[in-house]
């Protein structure tokens, strides 16, 4: 099993999740991999060394830490690199209240299932000022399109049909193994007509030969509002790339906060499972943040294993700690500056508890 540890708070994540999954009585052979920001001066610069991506091509999953982004320079996403470089084309994102979880919302279950490698997120960009821009730009104008400022960056969202019809089709797909009742197609087709059209034709076509499931769709600044609103009238949602990174924040913020969001993005052949959340790197050695995220992706690393057994145990020990609401990190207290606060490795230890506790049961 591929470990990536990351890099920010993500060694002390993977460490507490890699000790409450070997507590469910797994059996785990773990091959450690290096990547991210903290790793790039020994692999020349580079944040994902190769052998990291063969070896989750070998071994065909992996378990990974967050790893650090820098804002508007720098590496590319370490994230966004491995989705391209494997073709994991869906990321699945479970947004599920636990009660004790200081939330507005109650009895949220949604599935958001992310489009993975195309869109803006496919990273066709062009600077300010530079000749591709400027050229992209005459061209643009030549063929009828009207720019009111030329001194602009251009990022380009390509959306095929290809890509479209695989992630619909993984929404049904899943939305079928888990026993959920229907898939919502979210876009902007009603501005977007050649991009986001495409997607939403598409996307009908695909529900048309999976009529077993509901459908339906939804412009993506209505379903804002509409699951702040009716979250219990939602269950799959399948999204285009930039819409599932925005609304699982959204989703999350509905559950408690990114620290109870796990992740997980399939291709093919390989599958590799991580928190949604950041690395929050002012936080490492710290021993403070939430490693719920983590663990809950590891659980959904079981269920991908057929473990499902261990999975529903993990899952069941990390809910009663919720519940109990004494073993938590400062974010999911009344308040972040409650004393009674845990840190990252005693939830651990309290969830393994609560492992054990079952096994003795």
């Not at 190769?50 to 982004?69: H, N, Q």
């Not at 269920?303 to 057994?309: T, V």
């Amino acid at each position: 099993m591929i470990l990536i540890p990351g890099d920010g708070t993500g060694p002390e994540l993977t460490e507490a999740t890699r000790r409450v999954l070997e507590a469910t009585g797994v059996e785990f052979d773990w091959d450690v991999r290096e990547a991210g920001a903290d790793v790039m001066d020994k692999h020349g610069g580079n944040p994902l060394p190769p052998d990291v991506l063969d070896a989750i091509r070998e071994t065909g999953v992996a378990l990974k830490g967050p790893i650090t982004t820098p804002v508007g320079g720098g590496f590319r996403s370490v994230n966004v690199a491995l989705r391209k470089e494997l073709d994991m084309y869906a990321q699945v994102r479970p947004c599920k209240t636990y009660p004790g979880v200081r939330t507005r919302f109650e009895d949220v279950d949604l599935i958001v299932v992310r489009e993975n490698t195309e869109d803006l997120y496919a990273g066709i960009e062009y600077e300010q000022g530079t000749a591709e821009a400027e050229e992209l730009i005459g061209w643009i104008e030549a063929h009828g399109g009207q720019l009111r400022n030329r001194d602009a960056g251009i990022s380009i969202k390509p959306i095929s049909i290809t890509g479209t019809r695989r992630i619909v089709q993984f929404a049904f797909d899943y939305a079928r193994r888990n026993g959920r009742r229907k898939v919502t197609a979210v876009h902007k087709a009603n501005i977007m007509k050649f991009s986001d059209g495409l997607y939403l034709r598409v996307a009908r076509e695909v529900a048309e030969e999976n009529s077993d499931i509901e459908f339906d769709d939804r412009i993506v600044d209505n379903m804002c509002m509409q699951l702040v609103q009716r979250p219990e009238e939602y269950d799959v949602l399948v999204l285009p790339n930039l819409y599932g990174d925005v609304l699982s924040d959204l989703c999350a913020g509905m559950i408690g906060g990114l620290g109870l969001a796990p992740g997980a993005n399939y291709g093919e052949n390989v599958a590799v499972f991580e928190p949604t959340h950041g690395s929050a790197p002012k936080y490492a050695g710290q021993n403070k943040v939430n490693p719920m995220a983590e663990m809950l992706s590891g659980m959904l690393m079981l269920r991908h294993l057929g473990e499902h057994d261990a999975a529903d145990s993990l899952e069941r020990a990390i809910a009663d700690v919720i519940r109990e609401g004494e073993s938590v990190t400062y974010d999911m207290k009344p308040t972040r500056t409650d004393p009674t606060a845990v840190g990252t490795s005693e939830v651990a230890d309290a969830i393994i508890e609560k492992l054990g506790a079952g096994v003795r049961a």
